[in-house]
């Protein structure tokens, strides 16, 4: 039995998540997952450049998980270009620290923290939001597992 993977903390939601290569039929492509883990690793360390430890810390696990983790999702990477597959973002045994909210009718978008809940778009005054954490499942329990983490 393995153990059970701890818990691995993201910023906040991807603002797109799912790719395709253009020109090919829908039907024909193999489609990929990159777990939201996965993602926030090739986030910190190749698109912010941050050192494996400090990464490894900022998402709450050991520095040699992280390397891992960082392998995992370039392998990925590189068959999804190589291959040409359908990405999608989605799954990892993940929480939230922040959350991000997308205004259907003017497209705005706003950070909010986890624990914030937003009914009306502060630009256009609409209610049609978006809460892309509430799209990948999470809210609530993310905002249990900061207060479980905090202090
Ligand atoms: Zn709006
Ligand atoms: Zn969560």
């Known amino acids: ?5 701890k818990e691995r903390s993201v910023f906040r939601p991807p603002l797109f998540t799912s790719f395709k290569p253009v020109g090919f039929r829908r039907l024909k492509l193999e489609q990929l997952s990159l777990n939201l883990d996965e993602f926030e690793a090739i986030r910190l360390a190749d698109y912010l450049n941050m050192e494996h430890s400090e990464a490894a810390e ?5 520095r040699s998980t992280f390397t891992r983790l960082i392998e995992k ?18 799954g990892g045994n993940i929480h939230f620290r ?3 909210i997308r205004c259907q009718d003017c497209g705005h978008m706003f950070n ?3 624990e ?3 009914n009306e778009c502060p630009s256009c005054g609409s209610q049609h939001l978006v809460d892309l954490a509430g799209g990948f499942g999470h809210g609530k329990c993310c905002r249990g597992f900061h207060n479980r983490n905090r202090g």
């Open 112 to 114: 909010i923290k986890i």
């Open 73 to 90: 999702a370039r392998k990925k990477f590189s068959e999804f270009i190589i291959e040409g597959k359908e990405l999608f973002i989605e």
């Open 98 to 100: 922040g959350n991000v």
């Open 1 to 5: 039995m393995s153990r059970p993977q």
């Open 58 to 62: 900022e998402m709450g696990i050991s």
């Open 116 to 118: 914030q809940q937003f």
